[in-house]
């Protein structure tokens, strides 16, 4: 059975008696609002499987711990009055629970703040429920013992069930009484937050999810209740948001799950975003309303209209969510079904389907004059089809075929977990993954999210050139070619001795390559790089374990004799290359 664990730091402080209160409860009188809390959380009824741990520093254990002759000099008065320590206190509460002291540093620097860390961390164990007193936590304890349940809830799986602060500052001077304030929404905010990130980085639904029907369940207990007044404390608008966004969230749990496994079927027609669109601008649940706009956002390049585009865009959102396999299987297929669809071919036919892509295989061969090698079923009206989409002018077009057959690749790569000789290293084959989904939306019309629209916007493009021909003495003609990768920035390359080694060329690649990384932080980076060799391949196989493409120079030559017996030879700029 989980332990519920109480922990509280003891100050040093002296301390006035007064009563705690928290809505209808009232404390007994005390000095302690650790007594007090022991009375609210009713730890008496605990048994002795549970813990109470007070967290001690040094002087603490002086000040308010255990007290010589309970007798305690008041520094304001100058008199010495009754004051029993604290520990003395609660052994005459006769809790079933254990109390154990625990002795943490003061936390006057790094080295401190990890011990008191450890300290706290190493006490809990898996499963335990946490009530957590922040009253007289000093300097950043507050904020560190607040990281820290946090942070034990993902590592022990701990539930933080309270966190409490005792208000002495707003003593009711009539009264004597102090509130408790309930500090419990600052854990509760920090789960919204995480639950935040992992979807709009991750794509996981789950914690969002989880969350929501935590809030939604509770209101629609209420409202389905048979006690008239639990149903009095649901207004009818309460009831519908919470019923909406159920419907919302099951939604989205949906839709994400059809990506994550590559439902095609239901992303070709996704009938999970009618679940979506009746959704309020705002909820009842305030963390969660920042959130929806950014939700929907990612939605709207996704159609409830049966289309192929909707898968297209899949690969797209599946890729920005780091599902780089299902982006390449979602947008393989999206690629067959666009062409399927084109030529009413049946989506779900898995035969028929083959026909788009033996087209696309045929269209490759004839661009590479090798169309004999292709093999032709025994089917006429099926390599009929083939023929006639092979001639499309999408499948015809030099780029389309170069990244389908680059994507093809991917693919293999993935299903085999890259188990091949000169498997592509993760940086490069994500760039590739970006490229190639990039490539398809243009070319087969499907439009750009409004989010990778306004990324590409800010962020600007360079073209180093390395090299030892500078841009200014380029030709007209490959100024142009330049251009196309953004703004033209030279970078002489260095003179090499022949007699330098393997060692000090490596050296000297990765100078370059740390210079071209942080030019590569905030621009969109293409290189140019020409020049001795060994250094060229150094610098362009580095560059390129970093995602980055480089790219060489062609030219044509021109040689003329001339009437002395010399030769005149001019060299002329045909294109930019990739390094592949």
């Known amino acids: 059975m989980a332990r519920r664990v109480f922990i509280s730091v003891l100050g040093t402080g002296f301390y006035k008696k007064c009563k705690y209160c928290k809505d209808t409860f009232v404390s007994s009188e005390t000095r302690f609002i650790q007594q007090a809390l022991i009375e609210y959380h009713n730890i008496k009824s605990w048994t002795d499987n549970d813990r109470v741990f007070i967290l001690l520093t040094d002087r603490a254990k002086t000040e308010n711990w255990d007290i010589a002759d309970n007798q305690k000099c008041n520094k304001i008065t100058g008199e010495h009055e009754d004051y029993a320590g604290l520990k003395h206190i609660i052994e005459d509460m006769s809790l079933p629970a ?98 935040a990130a992992n979807f709009l980085s991750n794509g996981d639904v789950n914690g969002l999810k989880y969350l929501c029907e935590k809030k939604t369940s509770h209101v629609l207990k209420l409202a389905h209740s048979q006690n008239p007044d639990e149903q ?110 084109r030529y009413g071919i049946p989506i779900n036919d898995s035969h028929k ?48 075929l170069s990244k389908y ?74 100024l142009d070619a330049a251009k196309a990768y953004g703004e033209c920035m030279d970078m002489p390359f260095p003179n090499i001795d022949p007699l330098e080694d393997e060692n000090k060329i490596s050296e000297i690649a990765d100078k370059y390559v740390t210079e071209i990384l942080e030019k590569a932080k905030d621009c969109e980076v293409t290189v140019h790089v020409m020049g001795e060799m060994n250094l060229t391949f150094n610098i362009v196989r580095k560059l390129q374990s970093h995602g980055i493409t480089c790219v060489a120079s062609t030219s044509y030559r021109i040689t003329e004799e001339m009437s002395d017996g010399s030769k005149k030879i001019e060299f002329h700029f045909k294109r930019f290359r990739k390094y592949e």
């Open 98 to 195: 254990k109390t154990e002291e625990v002795r943490i540093d003061d936390g006057k620097n790094e080295g401190e703040t990890w011990n008191i860390f450890n300290t706290v961390y190493n006490i809990l164990e898996e499963g335990d429920e946490l009530y957590v007193d922040l009253t007289h936590s000093f300097r950043y304890l507050p904020m560190l013992i607040l990281v820290l349940s946090n942070y034990a809830k993902f590592m022990k799986k701990v539930n933080v069930a309270a966190i409490s602060y005792g208000n002495y500052e707003a003593l009711d001077h009539a009264e004597n009484k102090a509130p408790i304030v309930d500090l419990l929404p600052l854990s509760i905010l920090q789960d919204w937050t995480f639950a």
């Open 232 to 341: 009095n404390k649901i207004d009818e608008s309460l009831k519908n948001n919470a019923k909406a966004l159920k419907k919302f969230t099951g939604g989205l749990q949906q839709f994400v799950d059809s990506m994550k496994f590559c439902r095609g079927l239901d992303i070709y027609c996704p009938a999970t975003l009618d679940n979506m669109t009746d959704m309020p601008e705002t909820t009842f649940i305030q963390p969660l309303n920042p959130l929806l706009d950014k939700i929907k956002l990612s939605m709207t390049e996704f159609t409830t209209e049966k289309t192929a585009k909707n898968c297209i865009m899949a690969a797209r959102w599946c890729f920005d969510k780091g599902q780089y396999q299902a982006a390449v299987t979602m947008l393989k297929e999206g690629i067959t079904t666009f062409f399927c669809e």
């Open 353 to 400: 389907r083959e026909i788009a892509n033996k087209a696309i295989i045929k269209a490759d061969m004839r661009r590479k004059k090798k169309e004999h090698e292709y093999i032709s079923s025994n089917d006429k009206d099926f390599e009929k089809l083939v023929d006639i989409i092979a001639s499309d002018g999408y499948i015809v077009d030099d780029t389309f």
């Open 405 to 478: 057959k680059a994507l093809e690749e991917m693919r293999n790569d993935f299903n085999h977990a890259g188990m091949r000789n000169n498997p592509v290293v993760p940086n490069k084959l994500r760039k590739n993954i970006d490229e190639c989904i990039t490539a398809m939306i243009n070319i087969l019309n499907v439009p750009k999210p409004k989010a990778q629209e306004t990324a590409e916007q800010e962020r600007p493009r360079l073209f180093i050139n390395l090299s030892n021909h500078p841009s200014a003495k380029w030709s007209r003609e490959q």
